[in-house]
């Protein structure tokens, strides 16, 4: 009876250790819906497993723990570019605690893949549409002369009522439009940008410029660009105010909040380099109108340096306030 208790025990305890290890149904379900439910940086706007589902075929998701990692695996068959059918797995390291996860490993007909090619091979599941890949190699891309700036974030700052679009010539050229208002010499005028864009090479180059229709020469082209990328009003348009308020820019935030913003620079009489902003909003069904001046140092950051409403003058802690009112 004591050897038959002992076994009883030990059994009872391999068998408790055992299942300590096992993967329950709902515990894979959640981390599968992790990744299925999340989305990758470069295309926020569809979910991964509606993507994959659209893309793939037979495809099929499962979790795995290796050690402590928690590990979300996908394989699916696609049709290759040359009409035959391949299949992909991809690996995903799952973090529980915050819900993020990684693409750590991925790899085509058991041959594994680096990361130079991830970008491109997404494209191809998340943008399907030639358009669309088109606009956004040139959206998402930069200029050598501005490596730091990506040019659909500058021309978002810059322009108002902007607008991308894509057509093909009929030479077969893929050509990406984009059109948009600002202010020159106190006149709002419309600038339209077209780029001849090579798919395959991922590359584009400015085939024409013109501002209210009138053709502009690359000297021209240049000056906009300058004024776009290096100038005084894209350092603070493109910046947060406060690490606070960090899900906006203070372009994107003042451009959606206010009615009618306008941005000017100028040199103040104390040689400072300011950034001035116009605008309006409703302020308990009354329009209020604020006026910001913004000095800008060489370094590309700035200061508050004097703002008002409906030209009294206010507070740095009544700026937080107003900060509170665009941003929540």
Same mark, same amino acid.
């Given at each position: 009876m004591k050897k038959f208790s002992v076994l009883l025990i030990l059994i009872v305890l391999i068998v408790s250790s055992a299942f300590s290890q096992r993967l329950l149904p709902q515990d894979s379900a959640k981390f599968i819906s992790i990744v299925t439910d999340g989305t990758f940086n470069n295309f926020p706007d569809v979910p991964i497993g509606e993507a994959f589902d659209s893309f793939f075929e037979m495809s099929r998701w499962k979790h795995l723990k290796e050690g402590t990692q928690n590990i979300? $695996?996908? @394989?699916? !068959?696609? #049709?290759?570019e040359y009409r035959g059918s391949s299949t992909v797995l991809m690996r995903f390291s799952v973090v529980e605690e915050d819900s993020t996860f990684t693409l750590s490993y991925w790899e085509i007909n058991g041959v594994s893949q680096d990361n130079s090619?991830? %970008?491109?091979f997404l494209e191809r599941i998340f943008l399907p549409d030639r358009a669309a890949v088109a606009i956004s190699i040139v959206r998402d891309g930069f200029f050598y002369e501005f490596p730091d700036r990506v040019i659909g974030e500058s021309f978002g700052s810059? &322009?108002?009522? @902007? %607008?991308?679009?894509? &057509?093909? !010539? @009929?030479d077969n050229l893929d050509v990406v439009e984009f059109s948009g208002f600002f202010y020159?010499?106190? $006149?709002?005028?419309? #600038?339209?940008?077209?780029? /001849?864009?090579?798919?395959? $090479?991922? !590359?584009?180059? /400015?085939a024409y410029l013109g501002v209210d229709d009138v053709t502009q020469d690359d000297t021209l082209i240049n000056t906009l660009l300058n004024s776009i990328f290096a100038s005084k009003i894209t350092d603070v348009k493109n910046s947060y105010f406060d690490v606070y308020y960090n899900w906006m820019t203070l372009g994107e935030a003042f451009d959606s909040f206010f009615y009618?913003?306008?941005?000017d620079y100028f040199l103040s009489t104390d040689d400072l380099d300011i950034v001035e902003f116009y605008g !309006?909003?409703?302020l308990g069904g009354i329009p209020a109108e604020v006026y910001c001046q913004f000095e800008v140092y060489d370094d590309g950051s700035y200061d508050l340096y004097y703002w008002e409403i409906d030209e009294y003058h206010e507070s740095i802690n009544a700026f937080y306030l107003l900060l509170e009112l665009i941003y929540y």
């Open positions: 979300v $695996e996908f @394989s699916g !068959t696609f #049709a290759d090619g991830q %970008y491109a810059f &322009f108002a009522d @902007s %607008y991308w679009d894509y &057509f093909l !010539t @009929s020159s010499n106190d $006149e709002l005028v419309e #600038a339209l940008f077209q780029f /001849i864009v090579n798919v395959d $090479e991922r !590359t584009f180059e /400015i009618d913003p306008y941005w !309006t909003f409703d």
